[in-house]
């Protein structure tokens, strides 16, 4: 079973960058992916980007594409995800998720991931 932590969260001007961090612990091997989602004020739960610890290979939404890089750190039990040129509408709740059985497939649903953090807000505005 895991359990996830996130930090990082904070007020940040438009175009500007954050990076959040998961702290993964309960892990017993490599066999797991790390989500990261937000949650948007009135609106459902969406993934924006997904790392499988065994073969790193990453996976973003479009939208993020090319701006948002997640990355497993040093100690291997924790998860970043940088952040740059940040956009308003992108202020919410970002939340990291695990999930033990499909390594990314389908990593923007919710329902993929077994095991949620408690969430860090990120503002994005002037």
């Known amino acids: 079973q895991l359990q996830l932590v996130e930090s990082g969260g904070g007020l940040v001007q438009p175009g500007g960058s954050l990076r959040l961090s998961c702290e993964v612990s309960?892990?017993?091997?490599?066999?797991?992916?790390i989500g990261w989602f937000r949650q948007v004020p009135g609106k459902e739960r969406e993934g924006v980007s997904c790392?499988?610890?065994?073969?790193?290979?990453?996976y973003y939404r479009d939208s993020v594409k090319g701006r948002f890089t997640i990355a497993r750190g040093n100690a291997k039990n924790t998860v970043f995800l940088q952040m740059n040129n940040l956009k308003p509408e992108e202020t919410g709740v970002y939340y990291c998720?695990?999930?033990?059985?499909?390594?990314?497939?389908?990593?923007?649903?919710?329902?993929?991931?077994?095991?949620w953090g408690q969430g860090t807000q990120v503002t994005v505005s002037s």
């Open positions: 998720a695990g999930d033990t059985t499909y390594f990314c497939s389908g990593f923007v649903f919710p329902s993929f991931y077994d095991y």
């Open positions: 309960g892990i017993t091997s490599d066999y797991y992916a």
């Open positions: 790392i499988s610890i065994s073969d790193g290979k990453t």
